[in-house]
């Protein structure tokens, strides 16, 4: 979005649009980006050519209580279960169905997300072809489609919000007591019982459940109830429930996974990332007084409005920035190794953020274009075939983006092949599904002429 455009967009601000929710979901992905930055700990070793990625929360155990600072992925749940929930109540109210819905949902976060993966299919080939016997081609190819792991489980938040809101409208309370209920008990049943398997149901019922919170949000709780007793209240309640769980239970402080924990919060989530989200949506409750009265200002409103016109690029190429980064370091003879425990591990990642930020910048800029909703059109309205096709398309979505997340793009020449579940998955699967999952939802909501 160019200058001329934010500016426009600034302009056609309603007074009715919660600025908050915006500043949240721009905050929550720059987050994102700064702490992806802050937590890589690339070992790259000039002897042997092997690359090592690791995460400073494994060494450096200081750093892991932060992660109740910047790990921001509940909020941008919540956003999400608020955005859901006034989209949706705005295309039923106009005749639309979950077919509109799916299809706007898709072409939101698909199609910018297709270009990113056209893109890395032919790096990753070219880099294989290129580098076939180095130990460092693979890893980062991996690791290269890691984080659209969060692509995936935000479709699954979103391929159920109609039928959860429909619940929630029905019975607000009982709908969120109930997934978080079953979040609880996921975890006893593996924590207690010993029943290790249904851990990974906890990727749907913990984030689901963190989702209702935004149907809430959009009903008005916070203004009938008052934003600032609500938000004490969430926030005192999580912080002494997750205190609890972590001096009495098996939960650790960590919120972000690293390799070696005795048990992960986030992968899959657990009751204590559950509990941890509801005390960080009370915390920003509290701060939403002084936000919105930042926001009303015309230059804040500016700077939330283009973030969030190049919020999804930014996240999709940032981790390609960071292995850039690391790649262009490597070659240049510079050496890498460092220990997270010492002050100049950290005083080296300053020096080179300036370097990762422009990188970021440059790519946002080759490709912003790809970063638009799709255009408004005509609805197809409700119907079951057309659901049908619909939530084929969002299932096709959601295991395209999980694939990815496990293996990447390592194997477009190669044939590297990993696992999702117990389902063995490719490069090239995925990228097939992803494709799918776009054309399926067109198909979902195309017109067909009447008959006379």
């Known amino acids: 979005m ?9 302009d056609a601000t309603p007074d009715t649009r919660d600025r908050f929710v915006d500043l949240i979901r721009v905050g929550s992905l720059i987050g994102v980006v700064l702490g992806h930055f802050a937590m890589a700990a690339v070992v790259l070793d000039h002897a042997d050519g092997t690359v ?5 929360l494994e060494t450096a155990t200081w750093t892991r209580p932060l992660t109740l600072l910047f790990q921001v992925m509940p909020l941008f ?3 999400g279960g608020f955005a859901h929930a006034t989209s949706w109540r705005s295309l039923r109210a106009r005749g ?3 077919a509109d819905f799916v299809h706007a949902r898709i072409g939101r976060l698909l199609m910018p997300t297709a270009v990113f993966v056209a893109v890395w299919m032919v790096l990753g080939a070219a880099i294989e072809l290129a580098w076939p016997d180095s130990p460092a081609t693979g890893p980062l190819l991996q690791i290269s489609g890691q984080l659209l792991w969060f692509i ?3 479709l699954i938040a979103a391929a159920f919000a109609p039928a959860l809101l429909a619940a929630h409208e029905r019975a607000p309370r009982l709908t969120l007591g109930a997934l978080a209920s079953v979040a609880v008990a996921v975890d006893v049943l593996r924590l207690a019982a010993g029943i290790d398997g249904v851990k990974w149901l906890n990727f749907a019922f913990v984030w689901l459940a963190i989702h209702q919170l935004g149907f809430h949000y959009a009903d008005g709780v916070a203004d009938r109830v008052g934003p600032r007793r609500l938000g004490g209240t969430m926030l005192g309640v999580g912080a002494v429930a997750l205190l609890g769980l972590v001096t009495w239970g098996p939960y650790g402080w960590s919120m972000v996974s690293y390799a070696g924990e005795p048990l992960s919060n986030l992968a899959p989530p657990t009751t204590a990332l559950l509990v941890f989200a509801c005390a960080q949506a009370g915390l920003a409750l509290l701060l939403r007084g002084p936000a919105r009265r930042l926001l009303a200002r015309r230059r804040a409103w500016t700077v939330v409005v283009a973030g969030g016109a190049v919020a999804m690029t930014a996240f999709l190429w940032h981790f390609s920035a960071l292995v850039a980064l690391h790649a262009v370091l490597w070659g240049a003879g510079v050496d890498l190794a460092g220990d997270p425990t ?3 591990f950290w005083w080296g990642k300053l020096a080179m953020l300036p370097a990762f930020l ?7 800029l080759a490709w912003r274009r790809f970063d638009r909703p799709p255009a408004r ?3 197809a309205g409700p119907g079951a075939g057309r659901a049908t096709v619909a939530a084929v398309s969002v299932a096709c979505a959601i295991v395209a983006m999980l694939g990815f997340a496990v293996v990447g793009f390592r194997g477009v020449v190669s044939g590297y092949v990993g696992h999702v579940a117990v389902l063995p998955m490719t490069v090239w699967s995925a990228a097939v599904l992803t494709a799918l999952a776009i054309a399926l939802a067109r198909v979902a909501v195309v017109r067909r002429p009447r008959r006379s």
């Not at 090592?52 to 400073?56: H, K, L, S, T």
């Open 2 to 10: 160019g200058e001329g455009a934010v500016s426009a967009a600034v």
């Open 52 to 56: 090592v990625v690791a995460n400073v």
């Open 77 to 79: 749940f919540v956003v």
């Open 96 to 98: 639309g169905g979950y």
């Open 152 to 154: 995936g489980i935000y």
């Open 342 to 344: 010492t002050a100049s």
């Open 358 to 364: 422009l990188l970021v910048g440059l790519l946002v």
């Open 377 to 379: 059109a005509a609805l």
